[in-house]
C-alpha cells in the first residue's frame, strides 16, 4: 500500500546528498517504485487530492514546506559563492601561498603587497560575476519555462518552479517534462530521455501499469522524469518529487560543479600550463643564480619569491571574467539573454552557423493563402477539413494550425459545437510527418481528418475526392498532385495535404494502422515569407566569416526559394535520406561542400552539426522547435528565441527575445571583442614577464647586488596590474573582427619569445647606463641602480600595453579607450613620481637625477620604435595578430 503524502517526508536536499547511494536517492527511488505498484486513485488519495486539482491554498503551504521546483545548482546564485569563486584560481592560491611564506618569514611588507594584489584581482573578478549574474537573473524572469497543471477545476499556466508534489500536470508535444511525475492518463505519448540516460530514441510512455519488471526506474512506462521532453501525443501526470528531490535533482548532486569544458575553457588552461610552467623554470633558476653569485641566500629566496609573483598573471582570471561579464551586460541591453557567460567568446570563434527555416529565417506569421483540390481549384471542403483538423488536435500547435484557425468564421459555419465531437487523436511525430484526429459528426459516422507532408500523405491514399466523387488515385493523377504540389513550392508556398476516411461509429480508438486507404481532399498552402533581417543578417555574418548552412525538415523546393531569397546559394541539397546511407567519414566531405540540407530528421541535423565539428569547425545553431533540441545540445553554441519550445529554450546557450536576426552579426563580434581583450592582457604579460627573466638572468650573473629589492619588484607589478584593469574597456579594431577567432596557444608562445627578448635589450641599455654613466657600480650605489630600472622597467612595461593592443600604430592610428589611457598615465606618474616619495623612500628607493630623465626619453622611444617593429614583423612572418 503506498504511504500516504505526510509519510513520505520529502524534504528538500539543498544538494547535501549525493545521488544514488544517500539517504535521500534511496527515498527518492522509494516514492517512484511506489508510485509505480498503485493505481491512479490511489494515488491521488494519497497525494490529497481529486481530478480537480490542488486548491491554491494547498499549493501555498505545500510551496512553503517543499521549497521551489528547481535542482540543487540553481543555488549558486548566492553573492557569497561568488565571492568564493573568485579566489578559487590556480594564481590567486599560487599568490596566496606566497603571501604566507613571506609571513612566515616575517617579511610582513611583501605579504601586505601580495594580499594587495590578490585582493585587487578577486574582488574585481567577484564585482564583474555578480554583476553579470544579475543582469542574467533579471533578463531570465522574461523566458520563464511554464507548465499546463489543473488547479481548483481550471486548467491554468504556472511557472515551472511553483510547482508541488499533488499537482496534476498536462503534457503535449514540445513541454519539457517539469517534475518527477506518475502518469494518470496518455494519448500516443513518447518522451525523450536522452538527458538521463543518453538514449537517442524516444520511449513510449503509458498510464496503463504492464507489469513487467523492469532493472530501471527510467525503464518504467508509467513514470516520466523531470529534464525529458515530449516528442508526441498528449498525456496527464500526478506530480510525485520536485526539485532536488526528483531523479534529475539526484543526478545534479552527483555532478554539482562538473561542467563540460569549452574550447575557451580549453585555450585558458593551456595558456595558464604555459605560464605555470615558464614560473616553475624561472623562479628556482633565479633563486641558484643569486644564491651562489652573491652569497645571501635569504635575500635569494625572497627575490625569486618576488620573481614568481611577478611571473604569475593574476589579473587574467578578472580580465577574463570582466570581459565576459561586460560582453554578457552589453548583449543584454540588446535583449539577448546569455545563459551561459563563456558562449559569448564561442560566438566570437563560430565559423558556421546551422538554422532551421521555420521561425527562424521565416516569419513567425503564416499566413493560408489558398486551399485547393487536386484540380487545382479553390475548395470550400478541403478548408473545412484542415480546420477541423488543427481545431480538435491537442497537441502543440504550429504556425500552420495557427493560420488555419485564423479562419474563424468556421466554427459557426461548421456548428462544431453541436455537430462535431473529438473522438480521438493520432498526434504528429517526425517519422510519419502528418496528424489524424478522429470526430463524430451529425451524420451518424466517425470521420478521420488527415493532414501532413505531401509525398508521405499520397502513399497512404488509394482515392481522390473530385467534385464529391470518388476517384482512384492513379500514377497520372498522383503525378498530377505532385506537379501541382511543386509548382506551388517553386512560388514559395509550403503545401500540407489534407485527406480523410469515414468509420461506422463506435470505433472510438484509433492508431497509426488506421492511416490508410484515405481520400485525398487536396491541398492547403502556406505563404511563410523570410524575416526582413534574415538576408542583411546572413550577408552581415558572411563579411565577417560565419558561413551559413540551412539544415530543415522542409521540402528541397521550398528551401531552394526561401534560400534564394535570403541570399544563400543553395546549390546541391543534400537530402535526409542521402544522409542516412551515408557513414561519419562520407558524411564529413560532403558537409564541407554542401549549404543546404533538406527533409532531414533531428537526429540527421545533429548527425550534420557533429560532422562539421569533426572537421574542425565551431559550429552554431539556431532553431525554436522540438526537431532542433539535439542539434541545439550538439552545437558549440546553440541559439533559441523567446518563443520557442521549452525544450528548445532550455537547449539554447543563447536566447533572442526580439526576433532580428542582427543581432547575431553583433552576438559574433561582441565575442570577437571579448575574445581579443583577453588575448591583448596575455599577449603583454606573456612578452612583458620574459622579457624581464631574461633581464634578471643577466642581472644575476653580472652585479654585485640584487637588480631590484624583493619589495620593489612586488609594488612595480602591483602598479602594471592596475593600469591592465581597464583592458576590458578597451575597443578592438574593425580589422581584427573580420574573421573567427580561435585559441593558438603556441602563436603565443613565439609571439612570447620574439617580442620578450626586446624588453629585455632595453633593459640591458638601461643596466649599461646606470653603471657606466651613472657609476651605479657597488653595493654602495644600489639604490640608484636600483631605482633606474624599477623606473624604466615600469614605464616601459606600461607603454607596451598602448604598443601590443594595436596592430597599427599607437597613439596616432589608434587609441586606446579613455578608462585605459587615464589608467596607464596614472600608473606612469606615479612610477615617475615614488622615488621622490617617502614612500620610496621605504622602498630603498632615491631621487632621480635629471639628466636620468633624457635618457630615459630615447631609451623609451627607440624602444617603441623598434616593438612596433618587431610586431608588424611578427605579423606579416606568421599571420596572427
Request: charged share 20%; with cysteine.
Amino acid at each position: 500500500m503506498l504511504k500516504p503524502l505526510v509519510d513520505l517526508e520529502l524534504k528538500k536536499t539543498n544538494g547535501r546528498t549525493g545521488a544514488g547511494t544517500g539517504p535521500a536517492a534511496r527515498q527518492e527511488q522509494g516514492v517512484l517504485a511506489n508510485a509505480v505498484r498503485s493505481d491512479s486513485e490511489a494515488l491521488l488519495r494519497a497525494y490529497s487530492v481529486d481530478w480537480d486539482g490542488l486548491s491554491e491554498q494547498a499549493v501555498a503551504e505545500r510551496l512553503q514546506k517543499y521549497g521551489p521546483n528547481t535542482v540543487a545548482a540553481a543555488e549558486t546564485d548566492a553573492w557569497w559563492r561568488h565571492l568564493v569563486h573568485a579566489f578559487n584560481n590556480a594564481f590567486i592560491l599560487l599568490l596566496l601561498a606566497l603571501a604566507a611564506v613571506a609571513a612566515i618569514s616575517g617579511d610582513s611588507q611583501a605579504a601586505t603587497i601580495i594580499a594587495t594584489m590578490v585582493l585587487v584581482s578577486a574582488i574585481l573578478r567577484f564585482a564583474q560575476e555578480f554583476r553579470s549574474s544579475k543582469a542574467a537573473e533579471k533578463l531570465n524572469e522574461l523566458v520563464q519555462t511554464t507548465a499546463t497543471v489543473t488547479r481548483g477545476g481550471v486548467k491554468v499556466e504556472t511557472a515551472v518552479d511553483e510547482l508541488v508534489p499533488g499537482d496534476i500536470v498536462h503534457l503535449s508535444a514540445g513541454d519539457m517534462v517539469p517534475a518527477d511525475l506518475r502518469l494518470l492518463a496518455t494519448k500516443d505519448l513518447f518522451v525523450s530521455q536522452a538527458a538521463l540516460t543518453g538514449e537517442s530514441m524516444p520511449v513510449e510512455k503509458s498510464a496503463q501499469v504492464d507489469g513487467v519488471p523492469h532493472a530501471e526506474l527510467t525503464e518504467q512506462p508509467t513514470l516520466c522524469f523531470m529534464g525529458t521532453n515530449v516528442i508526441s501525443g498528449t498525456g496527464t501526470g500526478l506530480v510525485l518529487q520536485t526539485g532536488a528531490g526528483t531523479h534529475l535533482g539526484a543526478l545534479a548532486r552527483e555532478v554539482t560543479g562538473r561542467r563540460v569544458e569549452t574550447d575557451f575553457d580549453r585555450g585558458v588552461s593551456r595558456v595558464s600550463r604555459l605560464l605555470i610552467r615558464f614560473t616553475l623554470v624561472m623562479v628556482p633558476l633565479v633563486f641558484v643564480l643569486n644564491g651562489w653569485t652573491k652569497g645571501d641566500w635569504g635575500q635569494a629566496f625572497f627575490f625569486a619569491l618576488s620573481v614568481a609573483v611577478g611571473l604569475t598573471p593574476e589579473m587574467l582570471p578578472m580580465v577574463v571574467t570582466a570581459n565576459l561579464a561586460r560582453g554578457a551586460v552589453s548583449m543584454s541591453r540588446k535583449k539577448v539573454i546569455v545563459k551561459r557567460l563563456h558562449s559569448i567568446q564561442n560566438f566570437g570563434a563560430m565559423d558556421v552557423l546551422c538554422s532551421d527555416k521555420t521561425g527562424t529565417l521565416t516569419q513567425d506569421r503564416v499566413v493560408l493563402e489558398r486551399h485547393l483540390d487536386v484540380l487545382g481549384r479553390a475548395s470550400e471542403k478541403v478548408l473545412q477539413l484542415a480546420y477541423l483538423n488543427s481545431y480538435y488536435q491537442t497537441g502543440l500547435k504550429n504556425l500552420l494550425d495557427v493560420a488555419v484557425l485564423q479562419h474563424a468564421e468556421l466554427e459557426q459555419g461548421l456548428h462544431l459545437a453541436t455537430d462535431y465531437r473529438l473522438v480521438d487523436e493520432i498526434p504528429f511525430d517526425f517519422v510519419r510527418r502528418r496528424i489524424s484526429v478522429a470526430v463524430e459528426t451529425d451524420k451518424a459516422e466517425e470521420l478521420l481528418i488527415t493532414k501532413g507532408a505531401v509525398e508521405e500523405m499520397l502513399r497512404i491514399t488509394s482515392l481522390v475526392d473530385v467534385d464529391r466523387q470518388l476517384v482512384p488515385l492513379k500514377d497520372e493523377l498522383r503525378e498530377k498532385a505532385l506537379r501541382m504540389a511543386r509548382a506551388l513550392n517553386e512560388e514559395g508556398f509550403r503545401v500540407i495535404a489534407v485527406g480523410y476516411r469515414k468509420f461506422a461509429l463506435g470505433k472510438a480508438v484509433y492508431s497509426v494502422a488506421d492511416e490508410c486507404e484515405l481520400i485525398l481532399a487536396g491541398f492547403v498552402a502556406f505563404l511563410d515569407p523570410p524575416k526582413e533581417s534574415a538576408a542583411p543578417a546572413i550577408r552581415a555574418l558572411k563579411e565577417h566569416g560565419v558561413s551559413v548552412k540551412i539544415l530543415t525538415g522542409d521540402n528541397e523546393v521550398v528551401t531552394r526559394k526561401i534560400c534564394t531569397e535570403v541570399g544563400i546559394a543553395a546549390g546541391r541539397i543534400l537530402l535526409g535520406r542521402e544522409i542516412a546511407r551515408m557513414d561519419d567519414e562520407a558524411l564529413g566531405k560532403v558537409v564541407e561542400e554542401t549549404a543546404v540540407f533538406a527533409k532531414v530528421s533531428p537526429l540527421e541535423k545533429a548527425r550534420v552539426i557533429s560532422a562539421l565539428k569533426a572537421q574542425g569547425h565551431v559550429v552554431g545553431f539556431l532553431g525554436d522547435g522540438i526537431n532542433d533540441a539535439a542539434a541545439l545540445r550538439e552545437a558549440d553554441i546553440g541559439i533559441s528565441v523567446n518563443t520557442a519550445v521549452d525544450v528548445a529554450k532550455e537547449s539554447a546557450d543563447i536566447i533572442l527575445l526580439e526576433k532580428s536576426l542582427m543581432v547575431l552579426e553583433e552576438g559574433v563580434l561582441e565575442g570577437r571583442r571579448t575574445f581579443g581583450n583577453i588575448v591583448k592582457y596575455i599577449r603583454m604579460g606573456t612578452s612583458s614577464n620574459f622579457g624581464n627573466m631574461l633581464s634578471v638572468l643577466g642581472a644575476s650573473v653580472w652585479l654585485p647586488f640584487l637588480p631590484m629589492l624583493p619589495v620593489q619588484l612586488l609594488v612595480q607589478n602591483l602598479l602594471y596590474d592596475f593600469s591592465q584593469t581597464a583592458i576590458p574597456f578597451d575597443e578592438v579594431e574593425e580589422e581584427y573582427l573580420k574573421a573567427p577567432r580561435r585559441w593558438d596557444v603556441a602563436a603565443i608562445g613565439r609571439f612570447m619569445l620574439f617580442l620578450g627578448p626586446v624588453s629585455s635589450l632595453f633593459d640591458y641599455a638601461t643596466f649599461a647606463l646606470m653603471w657606466f654613466y651613472f657609476g651605479a657600480k657597488t653595493p654602495a650605489g644600489q639604490s640608484l641602480f636600483q631605482t633606474g630600472w624599477f623606473v624604466e622597467g615600469l614605464l616601459s612595461q606600461t607603454l607596451i600595453v598602448h604598443i601590443i593592443r594595436t596592430r597599427r600604430i599607437p597613439f596616432l592610428e589608434s587609441r586606446a579607450a579613455l578608462p585605459l589611457s587615464l589608467l596607464t598615465g596614472l600608473v606612469i606618474c606615479a612610477g615617475l613620481a615614488i622615488p621622490f616619495t617617502p614612500f620610496g623612500k621605504t622602498l630603498g628607493l632615491r631621487p632621480l637625477p635629471g639628466v636620468y630623465f633624457g635618457w630615459l626619453v630615447v631609451i623609451l622611444s627607440a624602444y617603441g620604435v623598434l616593438t612596433q617593429w618587431m610586431k608588424n614583423w611578427f605579423a606579416r612572418r606568421f599571420g596572427y595578430y
